[in-house]
């Protein structure tokens, strides 16, 4: 087991390339209080176990893949579950791995991982994140390279989760989503206001048109800003009713994008990347209080 640490004089920050280069840790120390959801356990860190920390990063693409719904070789195919806790398969390969690190230096980490493309995701791919810590920010960088011999379609994901309090609220320009009926995907409004009560709206949908800046109220002393720093254009919300938590993910794709995809022409948000070629994407969480 493997933990990796990073500090300054505002921030507490640890890593676990064991699994999937997850955080096990964010803290403000001014506050001595969690800003992402702390890993409950150090003694079950393994691959797996990811489902339980604060943030992983969601590659080669964010969210649910379906039966039949992977267009490979101008076939629809399946493709295997990722997680034993998923009914489906979801959020690529990354998050349930190990990665290499790479370098590291007082402020940052960076960390390697490369998938063969023999199981699972069926195209080769080599992901590089980097974590750096700024003063009250905590920046994460991706870049996904194609080491396939075709192009594929992709997306990246940021996934962090937050334990919820009676204060949680999330600000953001928009709260628009693509949603389904039957087969047929409309684009929906689920409020005009710009704010959501996290306590009152329990919902999973990826809102579109993002403008890469979103107040959090985590707590009466947690506060945040979600920060597009490149190629992210939608927030996805994950709160879930009977939990003591929720997700606030910058995504570049939507939710269930390779079923839209399949069956309508509405924005996926899914990138092509060509042989040889990259695909990057970065994310600041910034302390506001």
């Known amino acids: 087991m493997s ?25 403000d120390k001014k506050q001595n209080q969690n800003i992402f959801r702390p890993f409950p356990n150090r003694k079950k860190i393994k691959n797996k176990n990811c489902y339980f920390a604060g943030y992983f990063l969601t590659v080669p693409y964010f969210g649910v893949i379906h039966k039949n719904t992977f267009l490979y070789k101008d076939k629809y195919i399946n493709l295997p579950k990722t997680h034993p806790l998923e009914p489906d398969t979801i959020h690529g390969e990354g998050w349930i791995n190990k990665w290499k690190i790479e370098k590291k230096s007082k402020a940052s980490i960076s960390v390697l991982f490369t998938h063969s493309g023999k199981s699972s995701f ?16 905590l920046k994460i960088t991706v870049k996904l390279i194609n080491l396939d011999k075709m192009s594929f379609h992709c997306g990246i994901g940021f996934h962090p989760w937050f334990n919820i309090s009676d204060k949680s609220k999330i600000f953001s320009n928009n709260f628009t989503y693509i949603d389904r009926f039957k087969d ?25 048109n993002w403008n890469g800046k979103s ?31 929720f997700c606030i993910e910058p995504v570049t794709n939507i939710v269930d994008s390779f079923r839209v995809a399949k069956h ?3 924005y996926t ?3 092509k990347i060509e042989k040889n070629k990259k695909f990057e994407a970065s994310i600041e969480f910034r302390l506001i209080n």
């Open 3 to 27: 933990l990796i640490q990073l500090e300054n004089k505002y921030l507490f920050l640890e890593i676990s390339p064991e699994m999937g280069a997850s955080i096990t840790r964010f803290l």
């Open 122 to 137: 069926p195209h080769k791919y080599q992901v590089h994140q980097k974590f750096s810590l700024y003063k009250k920010s």
């Open 184 to 208: 047929k995907y409309i684009a929906k409004q689920l409020t005009k206001k710009k704010s959501l009560d996290l306590n009152k709206f329990k919902i999973d949908s990826t809102f579109l």
């Open 215 to 245: 107040k959090l109220i985590l707590s009466d002393d947690i506060k945040i800003e979600i920060i597009n720093r490149k190629n992210i254009n939608n927030l996805h919300i994950y709160s879930p009713p009977k939990e003591n938590f």
């Open 264 to 266: 309508s022409n509405q």
């Open 269 to 271: 948000g899914l990138k």
